[in-house]
């Protein structure tokens, strides 16, 4: 099983200010790597597929980097709709596998 | 447009059975994978199995093959996630999802989930 860890677990960010989200494979995983944003309440939400591509009606201000084992989200100006838990997922392996998500908090 | 809606809220004590439901509208059900995904109160997502209602082919985790099963009726557009004999520890909301499609090409990452459905098991 490729076990996927992200960091922080919780993350307090200023309107306006950046976010970096970081999740890690214990093994490469290409770029077969997505992003979801689960919001209270809700199921959780594509945002970004192959490590860096916006899902459809995603914000520009989401983008993904990273490749192999390490990679990273990030939220260029933070907007109060943003608060949420964000969860990596790879999918280069059939077990597909999640990470334990980070949770962002508006400071 | 695509959905997924999923079956209600449950609360059953601890041995009964129980089936729950994800109905798909709005494409061909049979040609894209469904999977389960359990999140625990307060916590993280958790993908159990998945289903390809074309040809019926399951996939479990390591965790939870044997624990639960999935099936999938082509006619009505719906799969299901299923218990034999619940216990406390199965608590939480169960998640379907459709896999995602672009350019003829398929992955085992989702972009249209149910709404979830709530499952408490207590005595």
Known sequence: ?107 | EVQLVQSGPEVKRPGESLKISCKGSGYSFSDYWIVWVRQRPGKGLEWMGNIYPGDFDIKYSPSYQGQVSVSADRSISTAFLQWTSLKASDSGIYFCARQFCRDYTCYFLFDSWGQGTPVTVSA
């Open chain 1, 1 to 107: 099983e490729i076990v996927m860890t992200q960091s922080p677990a919780t993350l307090s960010v200023s309107p306006g200010e950046r976010a970096t989200l970081s999740c890690r494979a214990s093994q490469s995983v290409t770029s077969d790597l997505a992003w979801y944003q689960q919001k209270p309440g809700q199921p959780p939400r594509l945002l970004i597929f192959g490590a860096s591509t916006r899902a459809t009606g995603v914000p520009a201000r989401f983008s993904g980097s990273g490749s192999g084992t390490e990679f990273t989200l990030t939220i260029s100006s933070l907007q109060s709709e943003d608060l949420a838990v964000y969860y990596c997922q790879q999918y280069n392996h059939w077990q597909i596998t999640f990470g334990g998500g980070t949770k962002v908090e508006i400071k």
